[in-house]
Each structure stands twice: as structure tokens, then as C-alpha cells.
């Protein structure tokens, strides 16, 4: 038997915070304390951080510094985005486009929008790679469209979005468009001009950064309504007093994610190419969800008939190797994910989903320890099952 | 090296589990808590969660997991429970019998399904909060004893258990008191104050049995008539599922002495009722037998029977029937054998076997 060993596979659900980026944060929690707003040498110095975070982020984003809204994380910007233009346009129209594989984040939001606030929501069907056709998405904006969010790479199933293609038809009809760019972030392209975006959602936690921090990119003209009120931090779109060190780790985590882009991004590809193939080769009824190629480099995702994940990620949890369903549970309430049902899973493989997510410190080793203990694990579940069955 | 040992810990957030997984991680085991998700009906407006893992009871087991520093998953349990336990209580009721759904969780979801998983896990036991005993005997054979403390011994609803599964069970808390528990869960800094004792009917919304079966099988609910043993029919009764032997109050007829609920009639839709000296009786018939050695006793024997959870063992013979079944005889008359109740033997504090009572006397 192999030694045990503690192999960290869910990178997709956060990431440690790079010391490099600690770093550059430390400063802020202590001598440099001071709140932006004040107009004392203490104040000027964290804006002037928080102002030079800004700019190397509107670079990255190859958007104004004034366009950057600092926020608590992906699901604050998400949020912000959907409430802030849904209320925003409400003059327009209350018709607003989603699709059902998104983060619940969004799903949620708009849920909400329809059930208090009249708004009519539609969820654009989405094919087996949980991506939507954007002639389809067209051909359901009328008149009173306002708003239309789709998700950059999938949290769960790791396809991408043509958001160049989405965003050249929505152009057209005058809608606005946001993405929830949360797993993109630092493996993808973040140019809001090339993607064609309105508003996307970033969160520091998933590159490296430090939780508690991310970012909402709102293009100038959009109209915006504020979800949290009360003092005019960031021209009035978001109250509350900025977290400096977390937004100056985010931007530090973001440079260094650009920087080593390419690297990171080779170094995913190779690991994830065994890691796929070793798992769907020692495996019978294993499959692999989402987009073959259009996907997130770090991102594998599978079914396997005859499994659960609850009792899968049990145990790999025992054997050390630290992964994800398809969404978090933690309450032995094993719903089939909603995903993996709107791409056309049925319920009995849609229980049985498995996520690894790889971090740019993961090696072979890793890998190969991971596969022998998914296959040990799989094999465990399905002969439990078929005992008790 | 030695590798630990690895126990599985059924947990509910209480302090006996809690006291119970504490303990083993003190012995020096390798321990992983465990919660199962049992079914709950939904129809009562404010529950649907099952009175023995609620979301609170939940995150208090998770709590004192992550604080005895153990891992803690929860296990999805709902269908098997529904389809064993649930369903049993809904059909023994329907044939007129009261059942007792412990003996069957037990049966069905301690011991099968967790213990199964707990073993896929590759754990060596499965441990419970249960006050209970089990120890070998000088032939090797795995012994079930009543829990150190008399007020709380459990061994009757573990009356299902067999050599395999004591093999691999612990009982962590069954050598010790409820006060010396208590003191234990100080010493660990685990919460000390009992919610409430395990919940017999934990699946109903509001513990009310006879409301649960009208929502679900309103059949049960026919009125039929209430006849003396002679046969002589004295009122009508509001459906046989509303009434348990024994039961005086609520009856709604009258006659020149007392009358109490004494049998049920399914067939017939009869609820039989007589005088306080019909209520006793000194022999039954117990069916699905299980014997904790394994071996099915081939003669007669005296020994101390249970009929109840809460009842006080009575002496009595015992007579192993040809078809598996047997036949108790008591000295005297016991009043309330039920059918549906635990006949539970015990050889002092050894619990030697257990059955299902299936009607009060020989013929």
C-alpha cells in the first residue's frame, strides 16, 4: 500500500494565499492602517494603495481605473451586477436572461428578482457541454431585455463561454451583459473590450489571493444601483470602508497570475491530461462532464454510474485526497446537480459527480496518487451500493 | 508499526455519542464520526426534519467532531430508512399491532446499513452512545449485556444483533453511568446537558402516532365496533390505529366495571376490551427470533423476559417452537403483552435472544 499522503485537489473551491502576496499585504493590517476616506497622511497612503491596486487590475481588464468596483468576492459583485442593472433599467424592461449552470451566486439572485421584485427571468437551455447557443439567447430578447449574465468557465463542469460571440449579438439589441468570471480569473483572458463584456465578476480567493475580497467591472454609462448603501465609496456604487490589504493582495495575486500565466498554464495542461486519462482509463462508467477542450486548464470533472458523492468524497477524504463534488453539501442530502441535469444527465449519474481542480504547486506525484485513490474509492462505493441495494 | 484501529462513530450531537467518540479518541483510536440522515415526514408545517438530526443537532456534531479534532460526514439515509422502518410501522399498525420501530432501526439501519458502510470505510468497529455491553466469554463467544446503568440499559432494543456484528461494535459508554457520562463530557469540554433521550418515533413531525396515520393511511381509520370477549358489541370505536392494549381512558362506553383495551381485531375491524382481570395474561407466542450465540436453543429453558423497552424482567419458560417461533409461559399474569413489543430474554444481565411478540397467549 502506498503511504498516505495529503493531496489538495480543489483548487477550484480556493486556492492559499501566495506568500509573495502576504507580502505586499502585511503592511496594510499595521503600520499602514489607515482608512481611505480620511484625509490625514494616514488616509492618502491606503488610497494611494488602494488606488494603485486598481490601476494594475484596470490594466489587466484593459478598462478605466473608475470602472473597477471593489467589492467582498465573486458573490458580492455577482449580486451587485444583477440587482444593481435589473434595477437600474427597470424604466427599459423587467426581462432578464440567465442559464441554469450558473453559480448560485447569479442563479440565486435572479430567483429572487423574479419571485419579489416581478422581474421575469428566463433560463436559456443549455447544451451537453452546459454552454448556450448564442443565436438561441438572440432569439429570446425582445423589447423589455434589459440584462443578460452567462458564466465565463463553469465552476462545476469547467466548459468555457464564447463571450465575444454572445456579446457581439447582445451589442445589437442594446442589452447589457454580464459575466461571472470567478473560475476564469487567472487562467483567462480578462480583456473586457476583446470579451465584449458590461459587467464581470472577479474573486481574489481562487488566484492565490486572499479571501474576502474581489472585484465587480462595471463599464462606464451603465446604470448601477447600489445593493449597499450608506457613505460614497466607489462613487457611490458600493459603501463601506475598502479592505486594503485585501485589495492590494488581490492585485498583487492577479499581476502574478498574469505574469506566470503561460507557465501555470502549461504546467495545468500536462497534469491535467494525465489525470483525465488515468482516471477514465482505470475506471469502467466514468465520464468526463463539460467540454472535452473548451474548458478551464485546471479543471477536471466527472460522473461515474453506480457512485454517490457523498460517500466518494468520504472516502477520498479518508484516503487524503481533498476534491469536490459537484457543488459543496455537507449534509448528507445528496440532490443530483442542477448542472448536470440541464445538460441532460439523468438523476441517477448526476449524484455521482467528482471535481479536481489542480493549483499551480500540484505535482505528478499528486496526480498519480490521486488516481490510484479515486479508483480504489470508486470501486468501494459501487460495491457498497450493490451490497445494501 | 501498529496502524490504529478505526472506528466509525454514529454521532447525533448529544453528549452520550459525543462521550462515546471522545472516549475512543482517548483509548487511542482512529475515529470518524458519522451522522445519518434519517427520513421525516414533511406534511407538518414547521419540521420535516427528523427529530434525531435536525439541522442544529447536526452542526452540534459537527462541532464537537471538529473539536475532538475527528473527520465528520453525514450519510444519506432517508430512503433506507422510509423503506424499512417507516414502512414496517405504517404495516404492523395496519395489521393491528403495535410495533416497536427501535428494534427495527437496529436492525435494519444501525446494523446493516451504517454498519456496512462504516466497513466499506475499512473501519474495524462501529461504535454507538448506546448503554450496552458486549464482552467475550471464556469460549469465545461475543456476550450482550444490559448497560451499566439499570435506569438506562439499552441491550433491549440490541436484541437483534448477532456474532459478526458484536465483533466489530463497541459501546464505548455501556460500562458507565449517565452521571459519570455527564462529568466525562465536562472533562472533554463537550456540551453536558441532554436535549432530550432518543426519540422513540423520531420521524414524526410532532410525535403524535394515531395524527401520522390518519395523513398517511386513512384506511386505518374506518370505524368498526368495541365488543366484550363474548362478543357482545358495547359501542364503536373511531378506527383501530387510535387505541393500544392496555388503554382505558378515551373508550367512550360504558359497562359496570372498567374496560380496557385488551386486543384488536383487524379482520373484523374490532377493538376487543374487557375487565381489568382479562388484561393479564401468562404466556405469548415471539416470532423472527434471534439468538446472540447463534445457535437456536433445542429445550425448554427458564430465564428472565422483557416485554417491554421500560418493562421489568419477569421469569418465565421458554419453549423453542419447531418453526423457529417460541412459546413463553410466566408464573403469574403479566398485564399489556403487546403484540408488536420485544420478548427480550436475559440470562441475568446477558441478553440471550429476542424476538417479536406475536399474540399474548397459546392458541
Not at chain 1, 481605473?65 to 433599467?89: K, Q, W, Y
Not at chain 2, 438530526?53 to 452542526?59: G, L
Amino acid at each position: 500500500m502506498t503511504p498516505q499522503r495529503d493531496v489538495y485537489l480543489d483548487y477550484s473551491a480556493t486556492t492559499p494565499t501566495d506568500p509573495r502576496v502576504i507580502e505586499k499585504m502585511l503592511p496594510y493590517m499595521s503600520q499602514d492602517f489607515g482608512n481611505t476616506s480620511s484625509l490625514h497622511q494616514y488616509g492618502r497612503k491606503a488610497e494611494d494603495a488602494v488606488e494603485t491596486a486598481r490601476e494594475v487590475i484596470a490594466k489587466i481588464f484593459n478598462c478605466k481605473p473608475s470602472e473597477i468596483i471593489f467589492t467582498s468576492g465573486g458573490s458580492e459583485s455577482d449580486n451587485l451586477a444583477i440587482r444593481g442593472v435589473g434595477f437600474g433599467r427597470v424604466a427599459d424592461g423587467k426581462h432578464l436572461i440567465t442559464t441554469p449552470v450558473e453559480h448560485s451566486a447569479v442563479g440565486q439572485t435572479f430567483k429572487q428578482l423574479a419571485q419579489y421584485s416581478g422581474f421575469d427571468v428566463t433560463f436559456q437551455p443549455v447544451n451537453q457541454y452546459g454552454l448556450i447557443d448564442p443565436e438561441e439567447l438572440i432569439d429570446n430578447c425582445h423589447e423589455g431585455t434589459t440584462f443578460v449574465s452567462v458564466i465565463y468557465a463553469n465552476n462545476e463542469i469547467g466548459s468555457i463561454h464564447d463571450l465575444k460571440k454572445i456579446a457581439e449579438h447582445l451589442k445589437i439589441k442594446g442589452v447589457i451583459f454580464h459575466t461571472d468570471a470567478v473560475q476564469g480569473a487567472g487562467q483567462l483572458s480578462l480583456d473586457v473590450e476583446a470579451l465584449g463584456v458590461d459587467l464581470m465578476s472577479i474573486s481574489a480567493h481562487k488566484f492565490y489571493g486572499p479571501k474576502g475580497v474581489g472585484a465587480l467591472y462595471c463599464r462606464e454609462g451603465v446604470p448601477l444601483v447600489s445593493s449597499q448603501t450608506g457613505g460614497s465609496h466607489e462613487q457611490g456604487r458600493r459603501a463601506g470602508t475598502l479592505n486594503t490589504a485585501g485589495i492590494v493582495g488581490m492585485a498583487e495575486a492577479l499581476r502574478l497570475a498574469e505574469e506566470e500565466k503561460s507557465e501555470r498554464i502549461a504546467h495545468y495542461q500536462v497534469l491535467s491530461k494525465q489525470l483525465r486519462e488515468g482516471i477514465l482509463n482505470q475506471l469502467s462508467g466514468a465520464y468526463l462532464t463539460g467540454h472535452p477542450d473548451m474548458r478551464l486548464p485546471s479543471h477536471s470533472s466527472f460522473v461515474f454510474e453506480g457512485v454517490d458523492s457523498t460517500r466518494l468524497l468520504m472516502h477520498l477524504d479518508l484516503a487524503g485526497v481533498s476534491a469536490s463534488g459537484g457543488s459543496a453539501c455537507k449534509t448528507g442530502n445528496p440532490e443530483p446537480s442542477n448542472v448536470l441535469l440541464a445538460m441532460g444527465y439523468s438523476a441517477d449519474i448526476a449524484i455521482g459527480s467528482l471535481r479536481l481542480s489542480l493549483g499551480k504547486d500540484t505535482t505528478e506525484a499528486d496526480i498519480e496518487y490521486a488516481i490510484d485513490k479515486v479508483a480504489h474509492a470508486v470501486e468501494k462505493v459501487r460495491k457498497l451500493r450493490q451490497a445494501l441495494s | 508499526m501498529t496502524e490504529k484501529k478505526r472506528v466509525v462513530v454514529a454521532m447525533s450531537g448529544g453528549v452520550d455519542s459525543s462521550v462515546a467518540a471522545a472516549l475512543l479518541v482517548e483509548q487511542g483510536y482512529e475515529v470518524i464520526g458519522m451522522m445519518m440522515r434519517l427520513w421525516a415526514e414533511e406534511s407538518v408545517a414547521g419540521h420535516g426534519h427528523n427529530r434525531c438530526c435536525t439541522p442544529e443537532q447536526m452542526n452540534d456534531a459537527r462541532r464537537i467532531a471538529d473539536k475532538i479534532g475527528i473527520p465528520f460526514y453525514v450519510l444519506d439515509t432517508k430512503d433506507v430508512f422510509r423503506n424499512t422502518v417507516v414502512e414496517y410501522f405504517i404495516d404492523q399498525h395496519r395489521q393491528g399491532v403495535t410495533p416497536n420501530p427501535c428494534i427495527e432501526c437496529n436492525r435494519h439501519i444501525r446494523f446493516n446499513y451504517l454498519f456496512e458502510n462504516a466497513m466499506a470505510l475499512d473501519a474495524d468497529y462501529l461504535a454507538t452512545g448506546h448503554y450496552a455491553q458486549i464482552m467475550q466469554g471464556d469460549d469465545g463467544l461475543y456476550q450482550l449485556h444490559m448497560g451499566a446503568d439499570p435506569a438506562k440499559d439499552q441491550s433491549y432494543v440490541l436484541c437483534v444483533l448477532d456474532q459478526y456484528h458484536m465483533a466489530h461494535t463497541l459501546f464505548p459508554i455501556g460500562g458507565i453511568a449517565k452521571p459519570e457520562v455527564r462529568k466525562l463530557a465536562a472533562k472533554f469540554g463537550l456540551p453536558t446537558a441532554s436535549k432530550q433521550d432518543s426519540q422513540d418515533l423520531c420521524f414524526l413531525g410532532d410525535g403524535d402516532y394515531r395524527r401520522f396515520l390518519r395523513d398517511v393511511a386513512p384506511d386505518m381509520m374506518e370505524r368498526g365496533p368495541i365488543v366484550l370477549k363474548t362478543g357482545e358489541v358495547l359501542g364503536e370505536h373511531i378506527g383501530l390505529a387510535n387505541y393500544t392494549i392496555g388503554q382505558r381512558k378515551g373508550l367512550g362506553v360504558t359497562y359496570n366495571e372498567p374496560l380496557y383495551v385488551i386486543a384488536t381485531n383487524p379482520y373484523r375491524n374490532a377493538l376487543i376490551v374487557g375487565t381489568q382481570s382479562d388484561l393479564g395474561d401468562n404466556q405469548l407466542v415471539a416470532k423472527r427470533m434471534n439468538w446472540l450465540n447463534g445457535v437456536v436453543p433445542s429445550e425448554a429453558f427458564e430465564a428472565d423476559v422483557k416485554i417491554r423497552y421500560k418493562a421489568k424482567p419477569t421469569r418465565g419458560i421458554i419453549k423453542p417452537l419447531a418453526d423457529g417461533r417460541v412459546h413463553i409461559q410466566f408464573d403469574e399474569p403479566l398485564r399489556d403483552i403487546t403484540p408488536g413489543q420485544g420478548a427480550v430474554i436475559y440470562d441475568g444481565t446477558q441478553c440471550i435472544g429476542g424476538g417479536i411478540i406475536e399474540r399474548r397467549s397459546a392458541d
